[in-house]
Each structure stands twice: as C-alpha cells, then as structure tokens.
C-alpha cells in the first residue's frame, strides 16, 4: 500500500473512532504517530497538496477549471492562445504568473488539452526551415564543390 493511500485510510480510521488511539492506528498502517495525528488535526498536508497549494500558481481545482475553460473554447471553434492562457489564470488567482507558466502548464497538461494552438513547436525545427539558413547551406556546398572540382584538375 502506498504511503498516501495508507494515510488516507488511517485518518479514515481516526475520523471513525470518537476517541481515536494514534499510535494503534498509525501501527497498523505502518505510519508515524505524528504524521498522522498532525494530518488529522490540520497540521500537515500531503506533499501533492502542498505543491497545489504552494509551488504552482493555481491549486489543482483551479488548473481542472482552467482546462474545462480552455476545452470548451476548443470545441467552440475559438481555440486560446498562450497569452490568452495566461490572462485566465491571472483572473483566477488575481495576481501575475511568470514568464514561463502558460508553456509549462501546457506541457503538465497536453494529454487533456485539445487546443492545438498551445502545442509547442519544436524550436529547432522551426529555426531548421528557415529559408536564409537553406540558402547558406547551398551556397557553401556549392562553393566546395566548385573548390574541389578545381582541386581535383
């Protein structure tokens, strides 16, 4: 049994009991005493909630209404871009996001988003098509060749 799963059942076990014994409970699922008295009297969260709540910006309910807000778009024809991304979160929690947010939520989120405006494009890629790039790769080429050509005679 994972260790959330455990402690999910044990703080079950506790919200149970009217006089609950912690060292018992915490015994049989194989926790600390403490952990659990201090998660069951609000002390302590779960790291998943504590990275919700204090490294991201939105809470994880608010990502999932931010994904529903972005998929129903989609699905209306007005599928939003990163910066549009960007300004819903800032409405939610009321206050600004970094520079990076709007790519990184994308990229914690793409298996759910159906918006294909917020698929990050390979930058390479993009930098590889550059037409003034193919030009120069010719040109030396060709410039080699000629050299060569040259060389050989």
């Not at 600390?32 to 009297?41: D, E, I, L, T």
């Amino acid at each position: 049994m994972a260790h959330e799963q455990a402690m999910k059942a044990a703080l079950a076990e506790v919200e149970a009991s009217s006089k609950p014994n912690y060292t018992e409970i915490a015994g049989k699922y194989k926790l600390g005493r403490h952990a659990v008295s201090r998660r069951h009297q609000g002390k302590t969260t779960s790291r998943a909630e504590y990275v919700s709540n204090h490294r991201q910006c939105l809470t994880d309910i608010q990502e999932q209404i931010l994904i529903d807000q972005i998929n129903h778009l989609t699905d209306r024809g007005m599928p939003p871009t990163s910066q549009m991304v960007k300004n819903f979160a800032e409405e939610i929690i009321q206050r600004a996001v970094g520079k990076n947010w709007a790519g990184e939520f994308v990229k914690r989120h793409q298996s759910v988003l159906k918006s294909l405006y917020l698929r990050n494009i390979d930058n390479q890629r993009v930098k590889g098509e550059y037409p003034p790039a193919y030009k120069l790769f010719f040109t030396l080429v060709t410039s080699r060749l000629v050299l060569c050509s040259h060389l050989i005679r």
